[in-house]
Nanobody, 124 residues
Framework: QVQLAESGGGWVQAGGSLRLSCAAS????????MGWFRQAPGKEREFVAA????????YVADSVKGRFTISRVNPKNTVYLQMSSLKAEDTDVYYC?????????????????WGQGTQVTVSS
C-alpha cells in the first residue's frame, strides 16, 4: 500500500509555469505506475499524464502535450508534473494516483491509490 500527497499547486498567470510534486510513502514506490489527473467541479476526472515504474514509458493527454511533462525520482519516492505555458482551462484540482499495474493506465479506474489533490488556478 502507498499513501500519496500532492504539493506545488497555486495561482499563476496564463503563460506561466508550475511544478507539482507527489510524495509517496512506503518502500515499494518504485514498483508503482503513477499518474496525474485533474477534475473541475461537476466534471469527470480527466487523465493528464502517466509514467511507468522505471520512468521509461510516459503518456500525456493530447490537451497538454508539449506543455506538461511527467517524471519521477524513485530514490526520493516522488513523481512530478512540470506544467508550462499554462492556460485558464488548466484550472482544476490535480490529483496524483498510483497503481501496481505494469502498463500506465489513462482511466481513473486503473488506479487504486489517490492523493487528496492540489488546486491549480490559472488567471487570464
Amino acid at each position: 500500500q502507498v499513501q500519496l500527497a500532492e504539493s506545488g499547486g497555486g495561482w499563476v498567470q496564463a503563460g506561466g509555469s508550475l511544478r507539482l510534486s507527489c510524495a509517496a510513502s512506503g518502500r515499494t514506490f518504485s514498483a508503482y505506475t503513477m499518474g496525474w489527473f485533474r477534475q473541475a467541479p461537476g466534471k469527470e476526472r480527466e487523465f493528464v499524464a502517466a509514467i511507468n515504474w522505471s520512468g521509461g514509458v510516459t503518456y500525456v493527454a493530447d490537451s497538454v502535450k508539449g506543455r506538461f511533462t511527467i517524471s519521477r525520482v524513485n530514490p526520493k519516492n516522488t513523481v512530478y508534473l512540470q506544467m508550462s505555458s499554462l492556460k485558464a482551462e488548466d484550472t482544476d484540482v490535480y490529483y496524483c494516483a498510483g497503481d501496481q499495474r505494469l502498463v500506465p493506465g489513462t482511466e481513473p479506474y486503473d488506479y487504486d491509490y489517490w492523493g487528496q489533490g492540489t488546486q491549480v488556478t490559472v488567471s487570464s
